[in-house]
């Protein structure tokens, strides 16, 4: 097994420039990706990871950019793919850094209304949560434990660049791909590994 490295950086000026060379693939959830996602990017949602990798082991080296929302899920993306022997790079920024840069973000005419980003998910549930344990607080004070447990949560999320309640919140229905995306998606990148190198 190939030890993990750390994940190549591409800024969006230089990825904007080999764009046409690159397959990217957006790992974030089909809400997020429908809301705005890197033109010619491929919706592989990072849970799903693992039966793109067959795909993923023919492209050709140094052309496998992956995208998300600020660039953190892609690079834990980039490191489990290094656990498997491939190689992928990473946007700098993420989408959010590509529209920031004034780089125009593709939204299908026909998708479904966009779900929020990940992390406006995770911070609307986790608030959500703290209030709900304050207010059972007044009832008894026991209840005061779920919002100190949510706190010390995001404190470990910080420290570690994850996130368990992202993970949790990306299994709820409106955060799966539709088997039929998910098949397209891994048909192009199919495609596109079968393909000569130019």
């Known amino acids: 097994m190939t030890p993990p490295h750390d994940p190549r950086a591409l800024d969006v000026d230089e990825a904007r420039t080999r764009l046409p060379g690159l397959t990217v693939v957006d790992v974030r959830t089909p809400g997020e990706y429908a809301a705005g996602h890197v033109p010619g990017a491929l919706n592989i949602p990072l849970d799903h990871l693992d039966s793109a990798l067959p795909a993923l082991r023919r492209l050709p080296g140094e052309r496998l950019l992956l995208v998300c929302a600020s660039g953190a899920r892609s690079e834990n993306a980039c490191r489990v793919l290094a656990e498997h022997g491939i190689r992928a790079m990473t946007l700098t920024g993420g989408t959010q850094g590509w529209a920031q840069r004034g780089q125009e973000l593709h939204r299908p005419p026909s998708s479904p209304s966009a779900t929020w980003s990940m992390e406006r998910q ?13 207010g059972l607080g007044l009832l008894h004070p026991a209840w005061q434990l779920l919002s100190a447990g949510i706190a010390g949560g995001l404190v470990f999320s910080a420290l570690t660049n994850t996130c368990g309640m992202a993970a949790l919140l990306s299994r709820l229905p409106h955060n799966r791909p539709r088997p039929a995306d998910l098949e397209a998606a891994l048909a192009a990148l199919e495609r596109r590994g079968q393909a000569p190198v130019t």
């Open 122 to 134: 995770v911070r609307f549930t986790a608030g959500s949560i703290v209030l709900v344990g304050l």
